[in-house]
């Protein structure tokens, strides 16, 4: 039973794809629009079946009138609820890269092309928030979903589902949407020891000062974006000199090769130590490198290099698994 | 999310509105603390929206929910109505759930159940009355319902707006056309179970039982009993006698229908009086509710209806109690004789009087009788007496004693219709002559609109007939000879003198026929109601075959169902058209639409923008060719280009855009 069920949902999404294939962004258009009465809806035809018999009992042809007068509005409906989604194109603008176990912010954009008016319409994944968008006023409008995201690597959500019960409720228009939109999911930090020998440069540009404790100060350079905020010179650049940053000797010399090696437990849990280590590392101003599987990042800092190795982190496939 | 959920207040107010639509023309049937309720249910409602007082506790609500079923009971529970299951019981239990539901609304789901039930209890007055006020009022509210659903789905509305009726009214528009064709396609089927009706304690009309008095309380009122629409032509106002029923009981002071008033024909006596009917009066009667199964027709009366009944008293009889407007066809033989031959058992019936009690008139008859030649001679005296001897036709006739006959008859002289039919008939059986009172209705008013007879409740009257051998059972009006003008124009002329036509009710415009242009109106209303209650309230059956083949040569399914799918497709091809068109209309800003504008005019003038000219330098341009209009130019072209990138507070915006229109109206000016 559960195996036809799988197959059936399976054939469902290939069927889906082809009809909605993922896109950056999509209008909705009556190939994409599904409709169907929604629980209300049924209920008000429970309601229409009591009144039809109140009719046929009474011989009451103004309660005809009325039974047939509802249920013409509900035909009628059934093209206003599907106009209301009508026209709407959705966008994927952009999304910021999270550590596992955060939600994941999806910023996407609704738009319309006329100037008809539409309401209520709803936006979410199923497990997300639904974001509840009316457009009269602007033709466009801004908002994020979030998601949790829970496995490191690129998170490609499911379908978004888009619906609206305007005007009466009584009918539901939805779509299953593929956007073409991705996260970076970062694996989760996971704090722990680093063993001693990390510290040991390998790297061929030689030169290797010995790490010291000691937070002497040795020189000041002129700041660039990206330096530290607490090791900028704030008394020369009171006295009108341009902003400097203070250089301590410790720091400036030590440079680390971040591996798997240097940690234990499972691979993700290694990955998770070594981000742990980056965060701790670039807070702490270490020039520091990554040799990943084939990956092998030389030693620097700064925020374009943390991404950098965060994100060798987070796409990491060791040699043997699949795909 | 856990966020408690809140009714739209655009919502709320729409709700509260239609619900106070639907209570209000049931107002006249609910009793009068339902209406209490309902509004102290509203307010509360109201106060707890203002955020002023909190939502009842559930004690109170329980306390408010046994308190209606209790007054349901007190007042419903009582005689009048046969149970507590009848019509009336079951709308009030509809309201009061109604109101306390008010209180109860905090889902959307709730929202869902006061409105549906709105819905349910909007059709409950259809059950009452399908006037065409009645209808247009019931169908208003379920709009304003409808528009109460709609403002349940959009948001952003925090005060009561149109923007929910305008959608509603859309929808309805649109939705109208289908109505129309469902309700002219839609085959109408027989009942399938028995349903309570409105119990109505007030049963209208002439009733069971017949005293004096009893007709004249009827002549107060000016509903309409029932219409009449001849084939042929009307007949004269005072041959229009319309039997209703027949009292052959005497008790000394109250007629009432006896053993044979009971009795329906057997299928040989109806072929009888089928075989009577030689070139007849051919009409159809559409009688009002009255709650009471009595059917009103000219003498010697036969329908094929098959609701119909006949009985021995030569009268139709509907099958049930007449619970709303029913039309049936009749055909009369005014001139046909009947009951030729009457038995003894039947002769009996009809001559008894009590044993004791007004021995005057009984001792009068008989002196009369023996001082007359025969039967006819006797009945001509008597009448000759009522027209002679100082008797007056009244609606305010004095009380009368125990013997109300010798009372009437010899002490106050002063009586209404039913007064002189019962001491008539008294008079004739105590000489021996077969006799009975009739009640029914005489005349009626003739709408020139419609061609239709109106019978009003005011024109109740009551008559005798007296039984002559080889004429059988002959019509004799006592009325007619105390006041021939009652049954020559009718009642509001015989009591012109008195002035108490319709005395209780000033408000009546039947007591203002006089007023031409009154009596117009009345008449065209009158005139819309019927064609209202004919050719829709009882579009049905034959009628609507009528129709259906009028419109599609031959009623088949399929040509029904094409006309369904043709009409229908066509509407929504309409409306999906009319609903999809304004998607792709790009709206453009007010100020770029105002200064395209200006710049086709400048075109056509022979100023053409270049295509890679800017606002700017365009303007430059002109200015410098043209200095004369140019300065107006080049301060439109600061307008649009300041509202256009610069961010603008609403006043501004305002004034920056009066600068453009003008500026612009002062180009085209010059040009």
């Not at chain 2, 409105?115 to 208003?140: C, G, K, M, P, R």
């Not at chain 2, 006819?376 to 008797?391: H, R, V």
Request: include cysteine.
């Amino acid at each position: 039973m559960m195996g036809l069920l799988t197959i059936l949902r399976q054939r469902y999404h290939v069927w889906l794809n082809r009809r909605i294939p993922p896109m950056r962004s999509v209008t909705l258009t009556q190939r994409r629009i599904f409709i169907f009465p929604s629980q209300p809806g049924c209920w008000f035809f429970v309601v229409l079946l009591v009144m039809l018999i109140a009719a046929i009992n009474y011989q009451n042809n103004m309660t005809f009138a009325l039974v047939f007068l509802l249920l013409s509005v509900f035909i009628v409906t059934i093209l206003h609820t599907f106009a209301n989604l009508s026209g709407l194109t959705l966008s994927a603008l952009r999304t910021f890269p999270v550590f596992a176990g955060e939600n994941a912010e999806f910023e996407l954009l609704v738009a319309r092309s006329g100037n008809k008016d539409y309401f209520d319409i709803n936006i979410g994944w199923p497990a997300s928030d639904h974001y509840a968008v009316t457009l009269t006023d602007c033709s466009s409008q801004v908002f994020s979903l979030f998601l949790p995201a829970t496995q490191r690597g690129y998170f490609k959500p499911n379908r978004l589902l888009v619906e609206t019960r305007y005007p009466l409720g009584l009918l539901r228009a939805w779509t299953w949407l593929a956007l073409d939109i991705e996260v970076l999911v970062f694996p989760k930090p996971l704090p722990c020891v680093l063993a001693g020998e990390a510290f040991i440069d390998q790297g061929e540009e030689g030169g290797v000062i010995n790490v010291t404790s000691s937070d002497d100060f040795y020189a000041l350079t002129p700041y660039r974006a990206g330096d530290p905020l607490k090791h900028i010179d704030w008394k020369s650049y009171a006295k009108g000199q341009e902003l400097q940053v203070k250089q301590f000797a410790s720091f400036q010399e030590q440079r680390i090769w971040l591996e798997l090696q240097l940690f234990t437990g499972s691979l993700e849990q290694r990955l998770s130590k070594l981000c742990y280590w980056v965060l701790e590392l670039e807070k702490n101003n270490v020039e520091y490198g990554l040799r990943l599987g084939d990956e092998k990042i030389t030693p620097a800092k700064g925020q374009q290099h943390q991404l950098r190795v965060l994100t060798a982190l987070a796409v990491y496939q060791p040699h043997g698994s699949l795909s | 999310m856990t966020v408690s959920w809140q009714v739209p207040r655009n919502c709320l107010a729409w709700l509260l509105l239609s619900q106070f639509m639907l209570i209000m023309p049931h107002a006249e049937r609910l009793p009068w603390w339902l209406m209490v309720a309902y509004i102290s249910c509203a307010l509360w409602r109201i106060m707890v929206y203002q955020g002023k007082w909190s939502f009842p506790p559930k004690s109170v609500k329980v306390g408010l929910a046994l308190l209606c079923l209790l007054g349901i009971w007190r007042s419903f529970g009582s005689e009048g109505y046969k149970s507590m299951l009848g019509l009336e019981p079951t709308v009030a239990l509809l309201f009061s759930g109604f109101c306390l539901k008010l209180l109860e609304v905090n889902s959307r789901r709730d929202a869902y159940v006061i409105i549906f039930l709105a819905y349910f209890v909007a059709i409950t007055e259809f059950l009452f009355s399908q006037d065409f006020y009645i209808t247009v009022t019931v169908f208003f509210t379920v709009l304003l319902i409808s528009a109460a659903l709609v403002a349940l789905h959009q948001h952003g509305y925090d005060q009561f707006s149109i923007i929910s009726f305008k959608k509603a009214g859309i929808i309805f528009a649109q939705a109208l056309p289908l109505m129309l064709l469902l309700f002219i396609v839609v085959p109408r089927f027989e009942p399938l179970w028995k349903v309570p009706y409105p119990s109505h304690q007030a049963k209208t009309g002439v009733g069971d039982t017949l005293s004096p008095g009893d007709i004249s309380n009827l002549s107060q009122s000016d509903a309409l009993a029932f219409r009449v629409v001849f084939e042929g032509d009307v007949p004269e106002r005072r041959s229009m006698y319309w039997r209703g029923l027949v009292f052959s009981d005497f008790d000394g002071s109250e007629w009432a229908r006896g053993r044979l008033n009971k009795l329906l024909m057997s299928t040989e006596q109806v072929a009888q009086v089928l075989k009577q009917q030689k070139n007849p009066l051919r009409y159809t009667i559409i009688q009002e509710a009255s709650y009471r199964p009595w059917l009103f027709t000219l003498a010697l009366a036969y329908s094929s209806d098959p609701a119909v009944r006949l009985s021995t008293d030569f009268r139709l009889i509907n099958k049930d109690d007449i619970h709303s407007r029913i039309r049936y066809q009749v055909i009369s033989t005014p001139s046909a004789k009947l009951e030729t031959l009457l038995s003894a058992s039947v002769r009996a019936v009809e001559t008894k009087l009590p044993a004791i009690g007004n021995e005057q008139a009984r001792s009068f008859a008989k002196k009369i009788y023996s001082q007359s030649s025969g039967t006819e001679g006797f009945i001509q005296k008597i009448l000759n007496m009522f027209n002679q001897d100082n008797y007056f036709y009244t609606l305010n006739p004095p009380l009368l004693g125990d013997n109300a006959v010798d009372d009437f008859l010899f002490n106050t002289r002063r009586g209404f219709c039913g007064h002189y039919a019962s001491s008539f008939v008294y008079l004739m059986r105590a000489a021996g002559i077969p006799a009975r009172v009739v009640a029914g209705y005489q005349g009626g008013e003739i709408n020139p609109i419609t061609g239709t007879v109106l019978v009003h409740q005011f024109d109740a009257h009551s008559w005798a007939e007296v039984w002559l051998e080889g004429e059988g059972w002959r019509r004799v009006d006592p009325t007619a000879a105390v006041a021939p003008e009652r049954i020559e124009f009718g009642l509001e002329d015989a009591m012109s003198a008195e002035g108490s036509f319709l005395a209780d009710t000033p408000m009546s415009p039947l007591r203002y026929r006089d007023v031409k242009w009154l009596n117009s109106i009345r008449l065209q209303l009158d005139a819309l109601s019927y064609y209202w209650s004919s050719s829709v309230l009882q579009y049905r059956g034959d009628k609507q075959l009528d129709v259906l083949t009028s419109i599609l040569g031959k009623v088949s399914p399929w040509r029904m169902a094409s006309l369904v799918l043709l009409v229908g497709a066509l509407v929504l091809f309409y409306v999906a058209f009319d609903l999809l068109r304004g998607r792709s209309k790009l709206r453009l800003a007010t100020e770029v639409r105002l200064y395209l504008k200006m710049c086709k005019r400048l075109g056509r003038a022979g100023y053409p923008r270049l295509p890679h000219e800017g606002a700017i330098a365009y303007s430059q341009r002109l200015t410098a060719a043209k200095p004369a209009w140019g300065r107006h130019l080049l301060q439109a072209t600061h307008a649009f280009v300041t509202l256009s990138y610069e961010p603008l507070a609403e006043n501004e915006r305002q004034a920056m855009l009066k600068v453009l229109r003008d500026e612009a109206a002062k180009v085209s000016h010059l040009l």
